[in-house]
């Protein structure tokens, strides 16, 4: 019986050590690929115990280290798979010093065939070295996607966007092309609604009614500096063409449709319970003649006030000027970029040292 088992061993031995192909000096064998498989398996074991190992440490830190442990976690994973692969081919007797020209070849391979994943792969790792775009930001593509970078992997990142749909998106279009990214340095952003009313609206009391309604809404910042503004922006046909300037704290900022809406139902409400009216595309007609009556007395047969004597019309009631914000907002910037007047007296200095000195020649 253990003859037959000695036996059956050597046989297995054999078929173990059974060369399969050659490359290079060094001879495949079925042992020889179970090693290499072993040792890659080992090195992916060990990159998943390190990179879990960082994950715990990263729930122990502030939020903010967290685009740097997912760095260190991704570039030590690429570290470990080629160490990994570099000490499996060498277990099986191949001698990466002597593969120059297969490398070479291989490389002229990956250059035509696989350029697109090279491009992809090296654009990853410029992504995660640069740390202009990081794991936790809002992007903006230039195809108009927005989301959430979730995961910056090999050949493309994940974002997801607001409506819970994952969009893999290849490297190199973070790198070649133009990306808006909302949270890279300050997590606070500035939005603008857009409104209307009515012309014979007051502006003071729109603007009044449109603050009240930003500040119901609890995703508004206010402070000196970052204070809700109202803005008259233009004369439209029908209507008078306001914004509502507000600062977002840095929870709302990933939801800006959710916010948008958020603002335009509290200005509804606000307006409404005014007594401000929201208007619609409307055309006024301007009777010029009419049965032979003309300007005055056209409209007055119109308004079938034919008969009664012609009235001067009423002057407007004159109003009180109201807040500018926009005005505001423009002097306060024009004051933080002027230059300290110890600075402009610097600077006109040397002109008058030179004048001096030619009137004294």
């Not at 007797?93 to 994943?117: C, E, H, N, P, Y």
């Not at 300007?295 to 034919?306: L, P, T």
């Amino acid at each position: 019986m253990s003859t037959d088992l000695s036996e059956s061993l050597k046989s297995l031995s054999g078929i173990g050590d059974t060369g399969l192909m050659n490359i290079g000096e060094a001879v495949v064998t079925p042992l020889g690929i179970l090693k290499l498989l072993a040792i890659l398996a080992g090195a992916i074991v060990l990159s998943w115990l390190a990179r879990r190992g960082l994950s715990r440490i990263e729930r122990s830190r502030d939020p903010s280290m967290r685009p740097a442990f997912y760095t260190v976690g991704r570039v030590l994973h690429y570290v470990l798979l080629g160490t990994g692969l570099v000490i499996a081919l060498g277990s099986i007797g191949i001698d990466l010093s002597k593969l120059t020209l297969f490398v070479s070849a291989l490389g002229i391979g990956l250059g035509f065939g696989m350029q697109a994943i090279i491009s992809n792969f090296v654009s990853g790792l410029i992504i995660l070295f640069e740390r202009h775009l990081k794991v936790g930001d809002f992007v903006e593509l230039e195809s108009g996607v927005t989301g959430e970078v979730r995961e910056i992997n090999i050949r493309a990142t994940r974002i997801t966007t607001n409506d819970n749909i994952d969009v893999l998106v290849p490297n190199s279009e973070f790198v070649n092309g133009r990306v808006v990214n909302w949270t890279l340095d300050e997590l606070s952003r500035r939005v603008r609604i857009k409104f209307g009313v009515s012309y014979a609206a007051d502006k003071g009391r729109v603007r009044e009614a449109v603050l009240r309604a930003a500040h119901t809404v609890p995703f508004t910042r206010d402070g000196e500096r970052h204070r809700p503004q109202v803005w008259l922006t233009g004369f439209g046909d029908s209507s008078l063409d306001f914004e509502l300037v507000v600062w977002l704290l840095p929870e709302a900022v990933k939801r800006p449709a959710t916010v948008h809406a958020a603002y335009c139902w509290a200005i509804d409400d606000a307006l409404r319970a005014a007594g401000i009216e929201i208007p619609f595309p409307q055309r006024d007609l301007h009777v010029r003649s009419l049965f032979g009556l003309e300007s005055s007395a056209a409209q007055r047969f119109v308004r079938g006030d034919a008969g009664k004597p012609e009235t001067a019309e009423p002057n407007p009631p004159v109003t009180s000027p109201s807040a500018n914000d926009a005005l505001d907002e423009a002097v306060r910037l024009a004051k933080e970029d002027a230059p300290p007047p110890g600075a402009q007296a610097s600077e006109a200095s040397p002109a008058t040292s030179a004048g001096e000195g030619k009137q004294q020649e």
